[in-house]
């Protein structure tokens, strides 16, 4: 007999063909009912794993973080509700929802007490990362998600589990959200929980999506509009909790569609031969885009030409600004005429009582970009300690002249480099200059960040 020719769509269905490997269903819908359940040890576990990963949020310590995530058994009720939707049990649904709320309530207390104790309230980026959730966070939960239903419900479970557990990261957003509560930030709060919202959710969708894939046997109603209800109702939620972190999706692209369209144009409008921009910043609330050259002087028609191709990169509605480092210009010493009895003309007498005090000058001008230069590496250490992200920081007195107008400005320039690794935010960047106006005393300072490698 002729062997039969698949299609290559049958083909690749086989491949990805999960019922062969489903063990017993029984046996996972009481292994993820049994762990649904926050009482005695889980409950303690619980806690310690919060207080762990809180320590770990607090010193900036993803091994601490990890570990927590991984002993953590935060995940139980919401895989347990996921799998009561799909299987239409609403017992198992109603425990679940029950003993969620009793994790996330012992959750944030757990971390509210550690952050109000720990003498350590500074914000790390660690603690930082999960105060600003995207779509990006929703395509993690549901991949997460996915796997764990299928680690649970088939025969090799492997890691995948574990690997689950950190991917999804329930517990770092209710530690922030509890360090939020401790210091008083409404938007930490709002922002890690929403997180934490956003990871629920959506582990709950896959967990459903996976059990009705693997044709779990479903539970007969006794009132067919309560399924209709409850589909209905998880619709609804999902499109809610989409809206949010679509809107905030949305306003990280544009700025990164932004920061590329500035890296564009100083290549290509401000590449010029004996200068280097060491520095690019925009200034989305003034609507000011920020250079610092060092080097050769950037000319007034220079940058006039640059400012007309600024809308060939969208960036019309931003005024240019070049910050230009002074130039110590070399004085030259013409050579005195002599008289054939080599005597010094009256001439030469006032251009060296000329020179005398321009050397006067430049010795005090000197004095104050070492003043700064002395203040920076002072400050430095503590910088070390206070902001983690900041690998290096430089002072120094600057002039800026305004290319529209004939008018200039001196203040202080801080060149704050900053750990590509670590995240640094806006945030942070106002605590950074007001940390620096109160340590060094000065006002008019103005700060741009590089990326140091």
């Known amino acids: 007999m002729a062997k039969q020719i698949r299609s290559p769509l049958s083909v690749i269905k ?24 926050f009482r005695g040890v889980s409950l303690w576990v ?30 139980g009720p ?16 109603k425990r679940s929802i029950k003993n969620h ?28 990362a999960y105060t600003s959730p995207t779509l990006y966070d929703i395509l993690i939960a549901l991949g997460g998600g996915a796997a764990g239903i299928l680690a649970l419900a088939t025969k090799d479970k492997g890691n995948i589990i574990a690997g689950a557990a950190i991917a999804t990261a329930l517990m770092p957003p209710l530690c922030t959200a509890g360090y939020g509560i401790a210091m008083g930030n409404i938007s930490y709060f709002l922002g890690a929980f929403y997180l934490y919202f956003i990871n629920m959710v959506f582990i709950c969708l896959a967990t459903f999506i996976g059990v009705r894939m693997l044709r779990f046997k479903r539970k007969t109603l006794e009132d067919n509009t309560t399924e209709v209800k409850l589909h ?32 564009k144009f100083v290549k290509k409008e401000l590449a010029f031969q004996g200068t280097e921009v060491i520095s690019q910043n925009l200034n989305t609330e003034k609507n000011t885009l920020n250079i610092v050259a060092v080097g050769k002087e950037i000319t007034e028609e220079a940058t006039n030409k640059a400012r007309e ?32 009895d080599g005597s010094v003309q009256k001439e030469n007498n006032e251009l060296l009582l000329k020179q005398s005090a321009e050397i006067h000058n430049l010795e005090s001008r000197l004095a104050s970009y070492t003043q700064y230069e002395t203040l920076g590496q002072e400050i430095s250490k503590e910088i070390k ?11 120094s007195s600057t002039t800026e002249n305004k290319t529209s107008s004939d008018e200039a ?29 109160a340590r060094t005393k000065i006002e008019d300072i103005k700060l741009v960040y590089i990326t140091r490698r």
């Not at 063990?23 to 819908?29: D, I, L, N, P």
């Not at 939707?85 to 609403?90: A, E, R, S, Y």
């Open 385 to 395: 300690i206070l902001f983690p992200a900041v690998k290096s920081i430089s002072l």
């Open 46 to 75: 619980l806690v310690f794993a919060i207080f762990i990963a809180s320590l770990g949020l607090n010193i900036n310590s993803q091994t601490a973080i990890i570990g927590a995530m991984l002993i953590s058994p935060m995940v």
């Open 232 to 263: 209905r109702s998880i619709i609804v939620i999902v499109i809610l909790t989409l809206l949010p972190a679509s809107y905030l999706t949305y306003d990280i692209i544009q700025k990164s569609i932004l920061n590329s369209n500035v890296t």
């Open 409 to 437: 400005s001196s203040y202080v320039l801080g060149v704050v480099g900053l750990s590509p690794v670590l995240r640094f935010t806006n945030t942070d960047r106002e605590r950074l200059k007001n940390w620096l106006i």
């Open 101 to 128: 709320l009793i994790s996330i309530v012992m959750s944030i207390l757990t971390a509210t007490l550690y952050f109000l104790i720990t003498p350590l309230t500074d914000a790390g980026s660690e603690l930082l």
């Open 309 to 340: 191709k600024m809308p060939y990169y969208n960036l019309d509605s931003y005024e240019l600004h070049i910050i230009q480092g002074t130039q110590a210009d070399s004085v030259l010493l013409a050579k005195k005429a002599r008289s054939k």
């Open 14 to 37: 086989g491949y990805f063909n999960a019922l062969p490997d489903k063990q017993r269903e029984q046996e996972t819908v009481e292994q993820i009912s049994k762990n649904a359940v």
């Open 78 to 93: 919401i895989l347990g509700m996921g799998l009561a939707i799909g299987i239409n049990d609403l017992d198992l649904l």
